[in-house]
């Protein structure tokens, strides 16, 4: 995968294959953002299948083993008790009490193992069927399984390194049903009262024959590998189910094959130039405020003489302030010019502001494939009036540069928002407002203007747009990461 | 599925029935449906509850033991851990995974090594010593830690109408 990525990252482009031609054609282009998209390079990550996730969470363990040499099961445990920090484990485990460590994480001591069976001190995936027989053979030939409550032969029974016995069919069931109904994996423990000691993956594999339950637990097994380690982040694509493992966390845009590029340390889509801390606060702002927002900028204004929040419940546009001291009539319609002065009011005009815009990028980004539909049929189109394939692709990467810009500028309005006014702020809002008028002028372009029948020109046009507003977008970050490095940029609110 | 814990249910009977423990009497209403119990519960000796006989009902999920029997009180009982409806609340009848945070507090949990015997007998701790920490029945619980003499005198009422003796 590496590799793969490299290669696509010297290009500036992930998703599509005919980058080389536009590599020759633009050379401009791809040089200026190379910058910015080669973000991908510096921060190593490996795209895990689902079956490369188990074989990861294998080699962890094995890895752990071949210095603490305990059983793989007992590792696992151990290590999820660390959410798999190896080091964390293997300093706990030399350093401290092992004994302390052994009951904090629920399992039985293997020291401890060989003097309860009464055998010697070994210790496989076996072991816990040699002890059960071997205890059973010192009790008697048959036991009462305090589940289903009826004397068995001791044959039949099995139980975890605790020692307590119960029959084999009531172990499944059980475990079926606290893999199935409860869902959980990592947790489940011996059923006797009041025993904590957890139920390790190889006696719910000997215990457990039916398939679907077998695969559930696996699933839940990766699940919670992947949750509980900070290295490895699942894909938040819908259905995806791979999985980004990284060296070091850091706030870095990943790219997983699935084509979905977000950022490791949040998992929102990727949101250059604003950081995590403040993307997080907005979308919460966004989440409390956005009904309330929404209705009262549906549904009042502010009357112009007294500033107070009025909401228009008929239909005559004749309005007269309620307000006794104020009584003013004035025109729902054409309120005029006001400057706002209630300062919460000013707060919420300023927020949403803002937050209209975030919310129409967004809104037209999520059109934005229909776009590409329409853009394919006219790219065949064209083909048929004598241009050749590689003279449309640039209407495809013309609508790929649109995407980018749609989505690095509804992340510049999260962090106007948060911006305090300096200078650098004036600088970073003139080139927002370019990149935002170039930005939609391109869209008008693919959207309206495409349908003309001079086609010569149209390229002309959405060619010169679309490198305009690359370079653009790459000015703005460039001076956004510049601002971050010489600390140029103050917030407003608090971090 | 049924049949192992009809199987249970029927043991657990036999048990109860030969050796009942004190104050305690409980069996299926009807011997052709053996997931719904009723059991009789004496107000604990030498506790506000002291001479009272309480109905309840338990109804058996179909698959008991794994999961806990829901437990209501057919008679009027004011007590902090009981609903206003009849239900009770204690920690035996939930199971571990009614608490995703983890397996501490599992220990007094639901298990199916439980049974209705060990139910009935924290039901009969829970009569004599209420619990306020975590109420049930909020007015309950507040007379109980404010107005002991008051809750004393609901705690007689329900003794009497549970005997079928008229108020006072």
Redesign the interface.
């Known amino acids: 995968m590496d590799s793969e990525e490299e290669m696509y990252d010297e290009s500036e482009e992930e998703e599509v294959s005919d980058d080389d031609h536009n590599m020759v054609m633009e050379p401009e282009v791809s040089s200026t953002t190379a910058t910015y998209d080669s973000q991908d390079e510096t921060y190593p990550h490996e795209v895990l299948s689902p079956e490369m996730i188990v074989q990861h969470m294998i080699d962890c363990i094995k890895d752990v083993n071949t210095i603490v040499e305990l059983p793989a099961t007992i590792t696992r445990i151990l290590l999820n008790h660390f959410k798999w920090d190896k080091e964390k484990l293997i300093e706990k485990y030399y350093d401290g009490d092992q004994e302390k460590l052994f009951a904090e994480a629920?399992i039985i001591s293997p020291s401890r193992r060989g003097q309860a069976s009464g055998s010697s001190n070994q210790v496989s995936v076996s072991s816990t069927t040699r002890s059960t027989r071997s205890r059973a053979a010192a009790t008697g030939r048959s036991a009462d399984c305090?589940?289903?409550?009826?004397t068995l032969p001791t044959t039949v029974m099995t139980g975890l390194e605790c020692g307590h016995l119960f029959c084999e069919?009531?172990w499944s069931?059980?475990l079926t049903?606290?893999i199935l109904?409860?869902g959980?994996s990592e947790?489940i423990?011996c059923?006797?009262?009041?025993c904590?000691i957890l139920v390790d993956d190889a006696t719910v594999m000997r215990l457990v024959r039916d398939q679907r339950v077998r695969l559930k637990y696996q699933h839940l097994i990766t699940n919670s590998f992947v949750e509980c380690n900070r290295l490895l982040r699942w894909c938040p694509a819908a259905d995806c189910g791979r999985a980004i493992r990284v060296n070091y966390v850091d706030s870095k845009p990943v790219t997983c094959t699935c084509g979905h590029r977000f950022c490791f340390s949040c998992a929102e889509s990727w949101h250059d130039p604003v950081k995590c801390f403040w993307l997080k606060k907005w979308v919460k702002k966004c989440d409390d405020d956005s009904e309330t927002s929404n209705w009262i900028a549906a549904n009042t204004k502010e009357c112009p003489k007294c500033q107070v929040t009025i909401e228009k419940d008929g239909g005559c546009n004749h309005m007269i302030c309620r307000n006794q001291s104020c009584k003013a009539d004035f025109c729902w319609v054409c309120l005029g010019p006001w400057e706002p002065h209630g300062s919460s009011w000013a707060a919420l005009q300023r927020y949403l502001h803002y937050c209209n815009r975030y919310m129409n990028h967004m809104q037209s980004l999520k059109f934005e494939h229909k776009l590409y539909a329409k853009i394919k049929a006219k790219m065949e189109e064209m083909q048929k009036h004598n241009m050749s394939w590689i003279e449309v692709q640039f209407l495809k990467k013309a609508v790929d540069v649109l995407c980018q810009c749609r989505q690095t500028l509804m992340f510049t309005y999260v962090f106007a928002f948060y911006l305090k006014k300096n200078n650098q702020s004036i600088i970073f809002e003139d080139n927002q407002r370019d990149l935002e008028q170039a930005t939609e002028q391109l869209s008008e372009y693919l959207e309206r203007d495409i349908t003309s029948d001079i086609l010569i020109d149209i390229k002309q046009k959405v060619q010169d747009k679309f490198r305009y507003c690359d370079t653009r977008r790459s000015v703005l970050l460039a001076h956004v990461h510049e601002g971050y490095e010489k600390e140029l940029w103050e917030y407003q609110g608090s971090l | 599925m049924a049949g192992a814990s009809l199987k249970r249910l029927m043991a657990e009977y036999k048990q109860l029935t030969l050796n009942p423990p004190e104050g305690i009497i409980a069996g299926p209403l009807d011997e052709d449906n053996f997931f719904e119990w009723e059991a009789l519960i004496a107000g604990p000796e030498g506790t506000i509850f002291d001479g009272g006989v309480f109905p309840a009902r338990l109804i058996f999920p179909t698959d008991y033991p794994l999961n806990p029997p829901k437990m209501k009180f057919t008679c009027d009982l004011f007590h902090p851990n009981i609903y206003p409806d009849g239900r009770v609340c204690i920690s035996i009848l939930h199971t571990p995974g009614d608490d995703p945070t983890g397996y501490e507090s599992s220990s007094e949990r639901w298990s199916p090594v439980q049974s209705v015997e060990k139910i009935l007998l924290s039901v009969v701790s829970m009569l004599a010593e209420p619990n306020d920490e975590s109420a049930a029945n909020v007015d309950a619980a507040k007379c109980w830690r404010e107005d002991k003499s008051r809750f004393l005198e609901c705690a007689q009422r329900s003794v009497r109408k549970s005997l079928g003796i008229p108020d006072l």
Do not use: L, N, R, W
């Open positions: 629920h305090e589940i289903c409550f009826s069919q009531c069931m059980y049903s606290k109904h409860e959980i947790t423990s059923p006797a009262h009041v904590g």
